[in-house]
């Protein structure tokens, strides 16, 4: 299996993307993380649900999580409003990964190697030439251990 060959449509943000908007779209879509892209299309960020979760809890609380015990539950049902007015490039943190990237011919193990190397749940799969980047997909970590999982012959032991 080749990276082109896993690789499958997967939702995209803009850095400059309504934060709000993107994380209805993590939500709708129940997905571990979002592609963050540039104008061009180019991957430029991956920025994980739990990044996102993390921006909603008020630093406070974050601090000292004992806080949250005696938060009420109409101020934590209002915790989507910090992303009102935010951008995703706001949401994204110094710590937060640049994407994997795999070129269309990477075999299923190299993809997996960088997967598990950088911890990544996503890895975009790009085409390069001398001009551009054209970004053919994702392949998220479920797809690929789902596709692994595929391959296995029936009946195999791994012992």
Known sequence: MRARDLAVEYETVGLDSDALDAARLMAAHRLPALLVVDERGAPQAILPASQMIKVLVPGYVVEDPTLAAVVDESHADRLCE?????????????????????????????????????????????EKDRAAVRLLGVITASHLLERLLAAASPGSSTR
């Open 82 to 126: 910090a992303l009102v007015g935010r951008t995703v490039r706001e949401c994204l943190s110094e710590t937060t990964p640049r994407p994997v990237v795999a070129a269309p011919d990477d075999t299923a193990l190299e993809v997996a190697t960088q997967m598990a190397k950088l911890r990544s749940p996503l890895v975009a799969v790009v």
